[in-house]
């Protein structure tokens, strides 16, 4: 009997949790559907008291990884590439220091 109430307990606030996500962020769909009925009662309140769209999501951030490449390679080009470490150095340097 326990672990049918713990059970219980515990969809009923994922229900609420994924609601209320759902709600703030605008989104519609099955999914939110099915966690306003898991999450009954609580959930009329969200539906009374909650507006909806108030979280946006964050844009993601650009991508890089291009002009990164670009610039490890420039500075390959400058350096003339790296050389093997000698027996008694333990970092690497560029040909020439």
Known sequence: M?????IAAFVLALGNVVYLDMKKKGKRGFTRFCAFWAGIPTTWFML????EGVLRELPQPSDDADSLLAEIRRDKALTGGLTEPSEDEDSWRPPGL
């Open 2 to 6: 326990f672990l049918r109430g713990l």
């Open 48 to 51: 009374l008291f909650v507006k």
